[in-house]
């Protein structure tokens, strides 16, 4: 019985000194070679590997898809690109009552970003674009701007506010302010690689919902005499202003979170092969003529987080 346990112990060190010991991390011996260097727009471009990494990731050299650019996460040559839908509501059999439109648009590159402070919203520096905006004819109907450039507004501190000023003068039965609706914002970055990015408004770059309340609208209200400030911007997926109160007149803004300018769609690779996977080729077809530098990442890693990778490029041409 004593040589049972003592052997018992012995099987328990063993195995306790061998969850403790630490893989061995080395460098990945690996290699790719491509089976025809220049391809057609139907074909696929067949990868070899030789040897076995953990992991391997696969950078096509397409725009959003170049490993040299991995880093960067801004474009200094960005442009920029704004646009919405909006639509008015006279509500009122006798169209001659209805003020003239009385919804503004501004841009800030220099607004401090405290829209809950009367002499900030006051003195933000704005810039009334309105005249860039499709404006609609007639009531009830939703005119959508096309997307217009304000890369103008980019300065070294690479940041544009963007605001909506509802403004009308005193609601009387002959002369009434209408209600306004605003939806569909987009502030779209362009990449000097062509890729649009949606400037934070989105999931994963798509603005499928095309909500809002991903731009960080904040709405601030002018106080006076004549102003009836219990009328306020109403901020949802889509963003309205109701109507104008008799005897009252209406200041109000609506301003957006900080947009930055030079952000960009950031370069990503596809990982084609994990520590279990066995995988000797891969295919891969390019849509688009061009000269394309690929890249495969080869990495070796182990449970404590250490790792090591090895790197190689290929040229493909695209005709």
Same mark, same amino acid.
């Given at each position: 019985?004593?040589? @049972?346990?003592?052997?018992?112990?012995?099987?328990?060190?063993?195995?306790?000194? @061998? %969850?403790?010991?630490?893989?061995? =991390?080395?460098? $990945?011996?690996?290699?790719?070679?491509?089976?025809?260097?220049?391809?057609?727009?139907?074909?696929?471009? !067949?990868?070899?590997?030789?040897?076995? $990494?953990?992991?391997?990731?696969?950078?096509?050299?397409?725009?959003?898809?170049? +490993?040299?650019?991995?880093?960067?996460?801004?474009? &200094?040559? %960005?442009?920029?690109?704004?646009?919405?839908?909006?639509?008015?509501?006279?509500?009122?059999?006798?169209?001659?009552?209805?003020? &003239?439109?009385?919804?503004?648009?501004?841009?800030?590159?220099?607004?401090?970003?405290?829209?809950?402070?009367?002499?900030?919203?006051?003195?933000?520096?704005?810039?009334?674009?309105?005249?860039?905006?499709?404006? &609609?004819?007639?009531?009830?109907?939703?005119?959508?701007?096309?997307?217009?450039?304000?890369?103008?507004?980019?300065?070294?501190?690479?940041?544009?506010?963007?605001?909506?000023? +509802?403004?009308?003068?005193?609601?009387?039965?002959?002369?009434?302010?209408?209600?306004?609706?605003?939806?569909?914002?987009?502030?779209?970055?362009?990449?000097?690689?062509?890729?649009?990015?949606?400037?934070?408004?989105?999931?994963?770059?798509?603005?499928?919902?095309?909500?809002?309340?991903? %731009?960080?609208?904040?709405? +601030?209200?002018?106080?006076?005499?004549?102003?009836?400030?219990?009328?306020?911007?109403? =901020?949802?997926?889509?963003?309205?202003? $109701?109507?104008?109160?008799?005897?009252?007149?209406?200041?109000?803004?609506?301003?957006?979170?900080?947009?930055?300018?030079?952000?960009?769609? =950031?370069?990503?690779?596809? /990982?084609?092969?994990?520590?279990?996977?066995?995988?000797?080729? /891969?295919?891969?077809?390019?849509?688009? &003529?061009?000269?394309?530098?690929?890249?495969?990442?080869?990495?070796?890693?182990? !449970?404590?987080?250490?790792?090591?990778?090895?790197?190689?490029?290929?040229?493909?041409?695209?005709?």
């Amino acid at each position: 019985m004593k040589r @049972y346990r003592f052997f018992a112990y012995l099987i328990l060190i063993a195995a306790a000194l @061998y %969850a403790c010991k630490k893989d061995a =991390l080395t460098t $990945p011996d690996f290699e790719v070679s491509a089976e025809k260097t220049t391809v057609s727009t139907t074909e696929d471009a !067949v990868f070899t590997f030789a040897g076995n $990494p953990d992991m391997i990731t696969f950078y096509s050299g397409q725009p959003g898809k170049e +490993y040299d650019k991995i880093d960067r996460i801004t474009d &200094p040559n %960005a442009t920029n690109q704004l646009g919405f839908a909006v639509k008015y509501n006279d509500n009122f059999t006798n169209a001659a009552i209805n003020q &003239p439109r009385n919804l503004s648009v501004f841009a800030s590159n220099k607004f401090n970003g405290k829209w809950s402070d009367s002499a900030s919203v006051r003195n933000g520096n704005w810039v009334d674009i309105s005249d860039r905006v499709t404006w &609609p004819a007639v009531t009830s109907t939703t005119a959508v701007t096309s997307l217009f450039d304000i890369s103008d507004f980019r300065t070294a501190r690479d940041t544009v506010f963007i605001a909506f000023r +509802y403004k009308s003068t005193t609601s009387s039965a002959t002369s009434k302010a209408r209600s306004w609706q605003m939806t569909n914002f987009k502030l779209n970055n362009i990449g000097s690689n062509g890729l649009v990015y949606l400037n934070g408004i989105t999931t994963n770059n798509v603005n499928s919902a095309n909500d809002n309340r991903l %731009a960080g609208f904040n709405a +601030y209200s002018f106080k006076g005499e004549s102003v009836k400030d219990s009328l306020k911007w109403t =901020l949802d997926a889509s963003s309205t202003f $109701p109507t104008g109160a008799d005897g009252y007149s209406d200041e109000d803004w609506m301003i957006s979170r900080a947009f930055k300018l030079s952000s960009i769609i =950031l370069d990503r690779g596809v /990982y084609i092969k994990k520590r279990l996977d066995v995988v000797n080729t /891969y295919r891969y077809k390019f849509t688009s &003529p061009g000269t394309y530098k690929v890249t495969f990442v080869a990495v070796n890693s182990t !449970v404590e987080g250490g790792s090591k990778s090895t790197i190689r490029n290929l040229t493909i041409k695209v005709e």
